[in-house]
């Protein structure tokens, strides 16, 4: 199988199971560390938090866990910390080989991270209007100028009629 193939294989299949595995942070579903388990389970319905307890009437005490699904971020950091550079490598390493495969390797890796830092802008402006108040200036700040110099980077393929290598 080429190896050009295999990556898109392989990227695809991270993208699915990071995709999937967010959507499975239900209230009842989650197993903690610890191995406690809750009777009820409220999902706060703000910045995805769930508030698991135990009600013992004997006693009149209650046991509470606090949960926040940090999915997202996760997301974030394979995007930012794994492919961007992944992609970036790729072009400086394996542009010496004939094989255009370090081409398609640094399209999917910097197209995955740029469509993950759109999804984390999108969250980013959900999550922002959810807490009133709080506001973390730099991150935000930082977060644009990483989606504008994306977009320049996709814009710029525009003006490349021909790579070498391929």
């Avoid at 406690?36 to 009600?55: A, D, E, K």
């Avoid at 009149?60 to 992944?86: C, D, F, N, Q």
């Amino acid at each position: 199988m080429n190896s050009c193939l295999k990556f898109i294989l392989f990227a695809s299949a991270l993208s699915h199971y990071l995709l999937i595995s967010s959507s499975d942070q239900s209230c009842n579903a989650y197993l903690f560390s610890n191995h406690n388990t809750y009777r009820t389970c409220s999902h706060l319905g703000v910045l995805n938090s769930f508030l698991h307890w135990n009600y013992h009437q004997t006693t009149g005490t209650v046991e509470i866990a606090y949960r926040h699904a940090l999915m997202e971020s996760a997301k974030r950091w394979v995007s930012w910390g794994i492919l961007m550079p992944i992609g970036v490598m790729t072009t400086r390493y394996m542009k010496v080989f004939t094989d255009p495969t370090w081409f398609y390797t640094h399209i999917i890796c910097q197209s995955a991270t740029y469509t993950f830092g759109i999804a984390g802008a999108v969250t980013g402006l959900y999550l922002g209007g959810k807490s009133q108040g709080i506001q973390f200036d730099a991150h935000r700040y930082i977060g644009i100028t990483l989606l504008i110099l994306g977009f320049l980077q996709c814009d710029d393929i525009k003006h490349h009629e021909h790579f070498e290598g391929i």
